[in-house]
Every structure is written in C-alpha cells, then in structure tokens.
C-alpha cells in the first residue's frame, strides 16, 4: 500500500516515515500543499496523510482538490487543531478521519488500517438504499426524499448511509464513531450530534413526518413508519 504523507514539520513527517515504512507500508512524503497536490495528481496512492496548517495550499483546501478527483481515497487528516469546528470542516473538506497531535502512532495504525480495510475490502450490499420516501444512490452519490433531490457532504453521505443500513434500530453514539468515523466515541466532543442535526435539518426539516429521532440516554434510531 502506497501513502502520501503531506506534512511541513519534518522531524513529524520523518518519524512517521520511519514508522509506517516498518510496517511495510511505501510512504512519499510532501512538506507543502502544492507540492503534495502535485504528487497525488502525478502517482497513485491507496491512502493520504493531511495536516491542515500547511504552507502554498493549506489541508482544507487539498483535501477539497482530492475530493474532486476521487471520492473513493481514504484521507486521514493528522493536526493541533482541535476544536468542534476545526473537525468539522475537515470532514465536511472530506477527510475520513480526523486525529489531532499529539497522537499515538499505535492508534494511527489502527485507524490507517481500518480505512483501507473499509474501503478496498468491503463487499458491495446493493447500490440503492431505500427508506420510506428516501431514496439514496450509492454510486451517483444523489440522495433524494419525495424525489426532491438533498445535497450532503462526503461525512453526511456516510452517516446517512449508517442509519440506513441500521434502520428501526438504536444505534449509539459510539456505534456512530466506530463505524462512521472509525474512531473510539470521545466523551468531550459534540461532532455526532452536531451532524445528526445536519442531517435532520436536510433529511426531515421541510417534510411532514421525521425520519430520524433521538432515544434519549442511548442514541438515534432511523424509523421507517414512524
């Protein structure tokens, strides 16, 4: 497997370098936002390493030109920016995963893994998932409700798909993190709730009868008939 790691402070980007080569992984590595476009855009790569305060083009804005040319390439952004907000916009750039510095290289591993097992050995479950009057496409992307066409970003997209897929059954905030975001459910952010309430005000706002509801003290639930 062949990874891109952009990152501008060095000694960071050498010791993962180091780390992820012994685990057999290929790693190149960029230390600005140009030059790492300019390696995604030249060479393919199975998995891409952002930080987001970098200089020429910063992680955001990367992750957003990666996005246009594949949907598919998971991106792991690794950063100090740790705030509600700072998550948010990353998922919403379209990263897969979001680890803020300090970290433990153990659990990078595991989420790195996770990602590519996720993407590249998932067994297809049916393009077209259904609910209701919702209506999601799995290849096009396109979700529709009464076959009004709802636009959601790539996390969204995911999230969505999650309840989907677990539909009339509660499932957890932790359940969310795990199978969502590949990622232990952290007691300290609001990041699941504030994308529910997303998906709400898109999914539910303007229709008569709600899709997704809160079991309080356990989690969400996506009701078919409700």
């Known amino acids: 497997?062949?990874?891109?790691?952009?990152?501008?402070?060095?000694?960071?980007?050498?010791?993962?370098?180091?780390?992820?080569?012994?685990?057999?992984?290929?790693?190149?590595?960029?230390?600005?936002?140009?030059?790492?476009?300019?390696?995604?855009?030249?060479?393919?790569?199975?998995?891409?390493?952002?930080?987001?305060?970098?200089?020429?083009?910063?992680?955001?804005?990367?992750?957003?030109?990666?996005?246009?040319?594949?949907?598919?390439?998971p991106v792991v952004m690794l950063t100090a920016l740790n705030t509600t907000a700072d998550k948010i916009e990353g998922f919403d750039a379209g990263a897969d995963d979001y680890i803020v510095k300090p970290f433990d290289f153990k659990e990078l591993l595991v989420r790195i893994r996770a990602l590519l097992k996720r993407i590249y050995h998932n067994i297809p479950t049916g393009n077209i998932l259904k609910v209701a009057d919702l209506t999601m496409n799995l290849d096009s992307k396109e979700v529709t409700r009464a076959d009004k066409p709802i636009s959601l970003t790539a996390k969204e997209f995911q999230l969505l798909e999650y309840l989907i897929r677990n539909k009339n059954r509660v499932v957890s905030r932790a359940d969310i993190a795990l199978n969502v975001w590949d990622i232990d459910f952290d007691t300290k952010t609001n990041v699941i709730d504030v994308y529910v309430n997303f998906l709400r005000k898109k999914l539910d706002k303007d229709f008569d009868t709600r899709l997704i509801h809160t079991q309080v003290g356990m989690g969400y639930i996506l009701k078919e008939n409700p």
């Open 1 to 73: 497997m062949k990874i891109l790691l952009v990152e501008d402070e060095k000694k960071i980007a050498e010791s993962l370098k180091k780390g992820l080569t012994e685990q057999n992984y290929h790693v190149e590595v960029a230390y600005d936002g140009l030059i790492g476009k300019k390696l995604f855009e030249t060479y393919p790569f199975d998995l891409i390493i952002l930080d987001i305060n970098l200089p020429g083009l910063n992680g955001y804005e990367l992750c957003k030109e990666i996005r246009r040319h594949s949907e598919r390439i």
